[in-house]
């Protein structure tokens, strides 16, 4: 189990949620209208590479989890990836 620690400390760390970091790309891609089959698979794609990533770590920001599925959304949808950068800086 994989604790993620909130970025401003306002809330409790929280255990990492595969389901959660995938539903939040795929809400990215679609925004962007990507056909739901196709960010389901990028969707896919950039969780288990994030999942990968996370193995060796107890515990991560969500600053860095957020910037890692970034990066990684970035290789298969360049604008989906702007998006979920920016729905940080939005909310």
């Known amino acids: ?53 996370l193995e060796s770590k107890p515990e991560v920001t969500s600053h860095d989890l957020r910037r890692i599925a970034a990066s990684h959304l970035h290789t298969h949808h360049p604008d989906a990836a702007y998006i979920y950068q920016q729905h940080r800086i939005t909310m």
């Open 1 to 53: 189990m994989i604790d993620i620690v909130k970025s401003d400390g306002s809330r409790p760390s929280e255990s990492f949620s595969r389901d959660k970091l995938h539903a939040s790309i795929v809400a990215a891609c679609l925004s962007v209208r990507t056909p739901v089959g196709q960010a389901e698979a990028i969707a896919s794609a950039v969780t288990d590479a994030v999942v990968s990533w």
